[in-house]
């Protein structure tokens, strides 16, 4: 399968240059870093700290400058002059794509610390559609993951195509154009009223809460996800660490792929395994409807006692990687419980808490505990 066909676009082309950037030009510490869960939090507060004032000063830039231009309400909109809306539009722009482009450093910067933290590489991958500095660049420019099929993997063949387009469209507009919008609201409907002293102290505050609680879960996103690259990670080197049956292997790919179809999204880190995983096997033309729940199960018969519990176990470990568990998730463990053992289910609980919590060495603790027990750890 050929990664050609998704090319990312402008923004995202510009997030991974500035995120390579900082790999290059990095200094090497001496010092030991701390945990990473400890790091973590120290970045998330950084990040919430930061952008509340990003947020902040430029807002309050706006409705000061704005003072000095036509009153803007909607009464005085059908008199107001070419001049004094471009002053305004102008105005609004300006502070606002400043606003954004702050916010977007502070997120490359604290990202590129988390993924040190985790010791996760910046490397280029060109065999995978979403390298790590590509899936950084997404999660901070808040562009969503691709929508692209590999081998008949549908990741949105349970979602309503209707429901799936408006999706898209809020989530590509919610933060330029609700920030745009907040603004134009302030300044309309208080810059003219008997508050109209008082709204540097209203918009301020309000625009810099917003982005901090963006910034706070981006950053929570993404941590949640350098974890869960490491999982992964760990996953493939296991996997890879012995002479594997085809079939275990074949059996393997369609746990992943249920996990997409599941989670409704090409997740960054199934795209990971689903290309490492098919690097393992030589005949890959004979490869079809990988994310059909009965070729699943029907791919135990194949499989000895010792390998079921691999496919059983990968499923488990993936369903945790967004940190929950859905019905259909819930659904597939009570369909698998005369193969996996019984209490797998309260250790993807335990995993999947571990990873919303930041807690890496934790979470490879659990993820050992689900996975077969081949070596000692």
Known sequence: MSTDRYKPGILEQWGRRVLISL???????????????????KILFHGWFWSFWIGFF????????????????????????????FGFLSLLTIVTVLEFYLLFRLGFY??????????????DEPELITPIPGMMARLVLEIPDPRIRLYGIDPYKHLNERALFFRTIL???KVFLSNIIAKLLLKVILGRTSLRFFIEYISGPITGLWDSVTTYLILF???KRIITRKLADSILHQIKSEDRNPKLIESVLRSVALSIVYTKTFHPNFEYLLFGLLSLLKNKEHLQNLDDWESFVGSFLLLNEKEKKWPISVFAICSSFDGKLNEEELHAFSELTHLSPATILT???????????????ESFLWMEKILPQERNT
């Open 110 to 123: 604290l990202s590129y610390q988390m993924a040190k933290a985790a010791d996760v590489e910046l490397a």
């Open 23 to 41: 790999r290059t030009n990095a200094k090497q510490e001496g010092q030991k870093p701390a945990s990473f869960s400890q790091t973590s939090r």
């Open 347 to 361: 250790q993807v609980r335990h995993l999947s808490e571990t990873i919303q919590k930041g807690e890496l060495a």
């Open 171 to 173: 989530y590509k507009s």
């Open 58 to 85: 430029p807002s309050i830039t706006f409705v000061y400058l704005s003072l000095y231009l036509p009153a803007f309400s909607f009464s005085s909109f059908p008199s107001l002059s070419y001049q004094g809306l």
């Open 221 to 223: 996103e993404l941590r």
